[in-house]
């Protein structure tokens, strides 16, 4: 089973828009970080956030937006008012960083989001 | 100066060719990954290495190999490369520095096997 879940695979806004990408995922793990990412038409992976399972605190960052709810398990992205730079893949990802011997510090990725935002 | 390189940015190689990717890290981290990235399927995981003496496979190994020459180096080998092999790959580090968890990737290889 995947550990990480986006059900939308592609998302098309309007500039100004608010979109919400959708991220659940799954572990037995009681320490454990969630990540989002962002895959510009380049290819790099930028880093958006990284969020430990004992803070389930939401976050903004400008535009940019987390709802991690430890009840649902999922992390949600919200970008307001979108603009045409935001058009990327969204990677939201998983590290169960309990020291199993092989797990610690290797993500768990879920098949990103395409998002475009049309002018 | 990057945190993580790799080398070549981009390669087109013929099927059955041997080819490496390599990848370079200045930050100290022991844990190094390779992941490959093909459309509509996220990052998966080819190799890791916790340190120079320990490799291990992650999900996807068949058809490569992994030689951790250093702590800083991690090369990814196809030995006998096919046209699914096509794919954007990337490598990783991770490492707990001064009680803060920190992963970092490089900006990825893109492979072509015709």
């Known amino acids: 089973a995947q550990k990480v879940t986006q059900a939308q695979t592609e998302i098309s806004v309007v500039e100004k828009e608010d979109v919400t990408l959708d991220c659940v995922y799954e572990t037995r793990d009681t320490t454990y970080y969630l990540f989002w990412y962002k895959q510009p038409p380049s290819g790099e992976l930028v880093f958006l956030i990284r969020?430990?399972?004992?803070?389930?605190q939401n976050e903004i960052s400008g535009r940019y937006s987390w709802n991690f709810q430890k009840s649902t398990s999922s992390f949600n992205f919200t970008i307001t008012a979108s603009q045409v730079v935001d058009s990327a893949v969204y990677f939201c990802a998983l590290s169960e960083a309990t020291d199993r011997g092989s797990t610690l510090g290797r993500l768990y990725f879920g098949r990103g989001t395409q998002l475009t935002v049309w002018p | 100066d990057a945190d993580v390189t790799q080398t070549p940015r981009n390669r087109i190689t013929k099927t059955g060719k041997r080819i490496m990717l390599e990848c370079s890290q200045t930050k100290g981290h022991d844990r190094m990954y390779w992941y490959r990235q093909d459309p509509g399927l996220g990052l998966r995981l080819i190799y890791y290495s916790f340190d120079v003496k320990d490799i291990n496979k992650g999900e996807i190994s068949d058809g490569y190999s992994v030689s951790r020459q250093a702590q800083a180096k991690f090369s990814l080998s196809l030995e006998s490369a096919i046209p699914n092999q096509t794919a954007l790959y990337f490598c990783?580090?991770?490492?707990?520095?001064?009680?803060?968890?920190?992963?970092?990737f490089g900006p990825g290889t893109r492979l072509t096997v015709t």
């Open positions: 990783a580090t991770s490492d707990w520095q001064g009680g803060s968890y920190e992963q970092y």
């Open positions: 969020r430990n399972s004992f803070d389930e």
